[in-house]
Each structure stands twice: as C-alpha cells, then as structure tokens.
C-alpha cells in the first residue's frame, strides 16, 4: 500500500481505521498512533545488510496466502502444509520419541522412565471469538481426545489465550470457564496458562484466539494406540458424533442455535475411559477422532500413512450421527462426512470387536461395526446403496458455513504451481535452521 500512496496519504487511512475501532480515542491521539506506526514500519525495515542478520529477520516468502492454499481447512491443501512443517520439525534425536509430528498423528508421544507420556494441543475454533465459552468447552474437549486416543490417561490442561486490544475482558474469563467445565466434568486439573493481548498495542479490535494443552500418561508403549499401528485385518468401530465447535459455528451461523446444546457432551471420554479401566485398550490396534476434514480427511491419512485401503458402511456411519446435527448438516446441504463428527474412530481385531462394543455401551455410548481394513492400494470407499463409490478427500473440508460455500471446497486453478512455491518456502525455512543452529553452536 505504501507504494501507491504518499505519506500523507497512508496516515490518513490509519487513523480512519484507528478511529473505526477506538471511538472514544481523539483525534489528536489516534493522529499520533498513526505516525508512531509510520516511523515504526520505517525503523524496522530498514534491515542492516549484514548476511546474517538479514537471513535471520527476513522470511522467505512463498507468494501463497494461508486462505488460498486452504491452511486451516482440513482438506488436500491443509495436509499438504502440514506435511511440510511435520518434515521441518524432523525426526527427533531421541530414541525415546515414539510419536512426532512426521507421523501426522493426533498427538505427540515419548517414553519416560518405562511409560509414555503424550501431549497435544489443539486450538479454539476462529468463528467461536465472540463465543467464548463454547471456544474454551471445545477446545479442552479436544486436546483432551487427542491424548485419550493414544491410550494415554489425561492428567493435566494447559491454556494459551490472545485477546486484541479492544477486547472485552469478559472473553477471557467466558473462555476459562469453559475450559473448567470440561475439567471438573473430566476430572483434569488446569495446571497453567498464559494469556497475551493480540499484537499488543499494534492489533486493533476485539479477536480472541488461543489454544488448549494437554499431556497424559500411558502405562506402557503396548498401549499407543497410533494411527500408523492400523492393520489390514481392522474392523472399523465408531461411536456416536454429535460434533463440536465446528458444528457450534455451524449452527449459530445458520440460525439453529438449539444444535449447541447437542455437542455440549463428554460421551467420547466417557467411552475411553470405559477402554482404558477394561484393559481392553491393549486388544486394539489403533484410534483416533473423527475430526480434520471428517472421515474423509482422517481416514484418508490413515489410509496413506499405513499403506492400506479403508472401506466404510455410510448406513452405519449415518446412523451414528446425532439426529439433531444431521438434520442440520442435510438442511444447509453439508456434506456430513466431510465435518468434524467429534466421533471416536476403533481399528480392532474382529476377534475383540464384541468385546469392545459391549463395554462402550456399558458407558453409555452408542457405538457401531463401521468399516474394515484391506490390503491394497491406499484409497477410502464408501459402500452405499447404490454400490461402492471412492470417498476422496476434497480440497477443503465440507462448506458449513455460508461464507465457506461462496469460498468452496475445489483446488485453486494452478495448485501444482502454488505447491512448487510452499515447498521451496519450506526449503529456505529449513536452510535457515541449519545455519542458526551452525551459528550459535560456533560461539562457544
């Protein structure tokens, strides 16, 4: 912007849209924030020509934005990112870690002293800012069926939370109370947090966003239920989804305000636990839940992590959809198995499938025969009435929201090209790591 427009001018719009956000700001103040930010911009890129410090402060840029190379989508664009930063983070040096982020799983795990512990963390869904609570609920719910999935036994949350300047306090205790529902009604202590305003003084407005943590433990490595464990003799479990807080956005979005209830549940720990007290967590190969991208993204990278072929029953998996949230998806014409059912997903010997059944629904959970495993090409079927049809992950998870419609779920035109950009981004990202780490390491 500064290029097209005079000094002057690039003021000027600074402290209209100052103004926009801090009415009662005056004139006179917002006109010196305005030429703070001037000099600021001006100081800080004047970048010295010194190699190093300009390889350290510069990025190098892709040219791809985040919204159109889909990041945060949970669909063929969003895996793709996250490939490339699971191979920044690398593999760890340490024998000792068991699940790392080049595994793609749902949490992170490392043997401590003959047990597991496992970490995850997930963050609040953007468009639940102005609904604290619901952020905070969902958010805890699941970094907590993050670690619960592995096998673990969560024994501690941790909270991250960024308010903008113009926020009202009031969402940061909104957000901390739903992270303590889900804490008192799981028996899992918050033990710390950190809590930031959003840019400070530089970000105008009222945007909440933050992210819950937690760890767990798991007795023994026997009892990691990974993704990357699936066998071609699985038999595919799932229990009932009702979703969370994208089902929360979906609703409140489209009017259905009633739907929020419908997720306000802990039925997935519930059955867990049932899992975990039987013993039986040991008879299963792996879990996960059922919610980057729905089945279609899960299953899908599963499907290509393990090498094997998932075929699903929709008439089973519909029937363990909460009636309520189906007939909200259908009536907005959301494509249900494309969403975040918030459902636990079993991969199992069929010899323990009863078994495994019989102590879900002891807990109170509905729980279903779903799918089985095959060896064969990676793909993901959907078995339906009208014959066997490939469940492909799309580009972008399903459209359930009317602003997410008018963006759409296809690849942008020319992705190839958009994918050669990230990936030499990424590149440059990991040759500036090698030299940082060069450099420190020489100065002793």
Do not use: W
């Amino acid at each position: 912007m500064a290029k097209k427009m005079s000094i002057e001018e690039v003021k000027n719009r600074l402290i209209d849209e100052i103004l926009t956000y801090k009415e009662n700001l005056s004139n006179k103040s917002a006109e010196g924030l305005a030429n703070a930010i001037i000099e600021e911009v001006k100081d800080s890129s004047n970048i010295p020509k010194s190699n190093t410090l300009k390889l350290i402060l510069d990025y190098s840029k892709s040219g791809v934005s985040m919204g159109l190379i889909g990041v945060g989508s949970r669909g063929e664009g969003d895996f793709f990112v996250h490939r490339k930063l699971a191979e920044i983070a690398g593999k760890p040096s340490s024998s000792r870690a068991l699940l790392y982020p080049l595994y793609h799983d749902d949490a992170g795990a490392i043997e401590v002293k003959g047990k597991v512990l496992v970490t995850a963390v997930d963050g609040m869904h953007s468009r639940l800012s102005d609904f604290p609570f619901l952020a905070g609920f969902h958010a805890s719910r699941a970094t907590l069926r993050d670690v619960y999935v592995k096998g673990a036994r969560p024994i501690g949350m941790l909270i991250d939370l960024h308010l903008a300047d113009d926020g009202d306090v009031g969402k940061l205790f909104d957000f901390e109370a739903g992270v303590s529902a889900v804490s008192m009604l799981t028996d899992t202590p918050i033990l710390t947090g950190s809590t930031l305003r959003i840019g400070g003084d530089m970000v105008i407005g009222d945007r909440m966003t933050g992210c819950v943590g937690a760890f767990g433990i798991a007795e023994d490595e026997s009892m990691l239920a990974a993704r990357h464990k699936v066998k071609p003799d699985s038999i595919i479990l799932m229990t009932e989804g009702a979703g969370g807080g994208t089902i929360c956005t979906s609703a409140i979005y489209s009017g259905r305000h009633d739907v929020v209830l419908e997720t306000l549940n802990v039925q997935f720990v519930k059955a867990c636990k049932a899992l975990l007290d039987s013993g039986l967590i040991k008879k299963i190969y792996a879990m996960t839940d059922v919610t980057n991208g729905g089945i279609r993204g899960d299953a899908t990278e599963i499907s290509r992590l393990s090498n094997i072929a998932l075929h699903f029953y929709e008439k089973e998996i519909r029937s363990l959809v909460n009636t309520k949230v189906l007939e909200l998806l259908e009536s907005r014409g959301i494509d249900y198995l494309g969403v975040s059912l918030d459902a636990l997903m079993i991969f199992a010997p069929e010899y323990y499938v009863k078994e495994i059944m019989k102590v879900v629904r002891k807990s109170g959970v509905r729980v279903g025969k779903v799918g089985f495993v095959e060896k064969g090409i990676p793909k993901v079927a959907l078995m339906t009435s009208e014959g066997e049809k490939n469940l492909n992950l799309k580009f972008r998870e399903s459209a359930y929201t009317r602003i997410k419609k008018v963006v759409g779920e296809e690849a942008p035109y020319g992705l190839d090209e958009l994918k050669m950009k990230v990936e030499e981004s990424a590149k440059k990202a990991v040759e500036k790591r090698d030299f940082v780490v060069k450099y420190v390491k020489s100065l002793d």
